[in-house]
C-alpha cells in the first residue's frame, strides 16, 4: 500500500517538475534576443577588464623549502596508511574509515624517520655494544 503510495507520489512529482521546465523553456527563449545582446556586452567589458588587470597581477609565491617537505612526507605518508587499511581490489578494510587512514598518516608523518633512516638514538646504543 505504501511502495503504491509513493510511487504515485514520485510520478505527480517528475510531471509537476516536466511542466515546470516546459514554461521556463519557453520564457528563456521569449527573453533570448534582448539577451544575447546584453550578454555581447557583458563579454566585451570582461575582456577589457582582463586586459586592463593582466600587467597588474603578480606572479603567485613560491612556497617555501619547508612547506613542500611537509608536503611530501605528508603525502608518502598517506601512501602508506592506504596501503595498510586498503585491500588489494582498493576498498577499505573491514572496521576501517577514511578517518582511521588520516589519523594513521598523521601519525606516520609525525614519526620522523623514513625507510633506509636510522635515529641517532638508535645508532648511539648500537655503537656502544
Given at each position: 500500500m505504501a511502495a503504491a503510495i509513493l510511487a504515485g507520489f514520485k510520478q505527480g512529482v517528475m510531471a509537476e517538475a516536466k511542466r515546470q521546465s516546459v514554461m521556463v523553456g519557453k520564457e528563456v527563449v521569449r527573453e533570448l534576443p534582448g539577451a544575447l545582446a546584453d550578454t555581447g556586452a557583458l563579454v566585451n567589458q570582461a575582456l577589457l577588464f582582463v586586459e586592463e588587470t593582466a600587467e597588474?597581477?603578480?606572479?603567485?609565491?613560491?612556497?617555501?623549502?619547508?612547506?613542500?617537505?611537509?608536503?611530501?612526507?605528508?603525502?608518502?605518508?598517506?601512501?602508506?596508511?592506504?596501503?595498510?587499511?586498503?585491500?588489494?581490489?582498493?576498498?577499505?578494510?573491514?572496521?576501517?574509515?577514511?578517518?582511521?587512514?588520516?589519523?594513521?598518516?598523521?601519525?606516520?608523518?609525525?614519526?620522523?624517520?623514513?625507510?633506509?633512516?636510522?635515529?641517532?638514538?638508535?645508532?648511539?646504543?648500537?655503537?656502544?655494544?
Amino acid at each position: 500500500m505504501a511502495a503504491a503510495i509513493l510511487a504515485g507520489f514520485k510520478q505527480g512529482v517528475m510531471a509537476e517538475a516536466k511542466r515546470q521546465s516546459v514554461m521556463v523553456g519557453k520564457e528563456v527563449v521569449r527573453e533570448l534576443p534582448g539577451a544575447l545582446a546584453d550578454t555581447g556586452a557583458l563579454v566585451n567589458q570582461a575582456l577589457l577588464f582582463v586586459e586592463e588587470t593582466a600587467e597588474v597581477a603578480q606572479k603567485p609565491k613560491r612556497r617555501s623549502r619547508a612547506a613542500r617537505s611537509a608536503d611530501k612526507k605528508l603525502s608518502a605518508a598517506f601512501k602508506e596508511a592506504n596501503r595498510r587499511y586498503r585491500k588489494k581490489d582498493g576498498s577499505l578494510r573491514t572496521g576501517r574509515t577514511q578517518a582511521d587512514i588520516a589519523k594513521l598518516a598523521h601519525k606516520l608523518r609525525k614519526k620522523g624517520t623514513t625507510k633506509g633512516q636510522v635515529r641517532k638514538t638508535a645508532r648511539r646504543a648500537f655503537e656502544r655494544r
